[in-house]
């Protein structure tokens, strides 16, 4: 019943923040058979892909295609925090802060 109702209270929002990003990985890490096996190693190709799509959009100019590639990528940095948090190498605040 808690899960059902973490989702519930995410879709009920009208906009989305980084901490819900987080708790949507956590959701998904916990309940999506998909993302449950995903590994560090399994995850590369999906990396690999949204970078070189954002590095395309960068080169055509096209701002609009930039801001939704940079949003999957973000998704990867969290999704490889993640696992990161799971086996208790480091989470996404660690991540945050070795930014600035």
């Given at each position: 019943?808690?899960?059902?109702?973490?989702?519930?209270?995410?879709?009920?929002?009208?906009?989305?923040?980084?901490?819900?990003?987080?708790?949507?990985?956590e959701?998904?890490?916990k309940n999506c058979p998909w993302d449950k096996k995903q590994t560090f190693d399994s995850l590369v190709k999906y990396l690999e892909e949204e970078v070189c799509e954002l590095?395309?959009?960068?080169?055509?100019?096209?701002?609009e295609n930039m801001k939704e590639e940079l949003g999957d990528l973000l998704l990867q940095v969290v999704f490889?925090?993640?696992?990161?948090?799971?086996?208790?190498?480091?989470?996404?605040?660690?991540v945050r802060w070795k930014v600035i």
């Amino acid at each position: 019943m808690a899960l059902e109702n973490e989702i519930h209270n995410l879709l009920k929002k009208d906009s989305y923040d980084f901490d819900d990003l987080i708790k949507i990985m956590e959701i998904l890490r916990k309940n999506c058979p998909w993302d449950k096996k995903q590994t560090f190693d399994s995850l590369v190709k999906y990396l690999e892909e949204e970078v070189c799509e954002l590095i395309e959009a960068i080169i055509k100019k096209d701002y609009e295609n930039m801001k939704e590639e940079l949003g999957d990528l973000l998704l990867q940095v969290v999704f490889y925090s993640q696992i990161a948090k799971e086996k208790g190498l480091f989470d996404i605040n660690k991540v945050r802060w070795k930014v600035i």
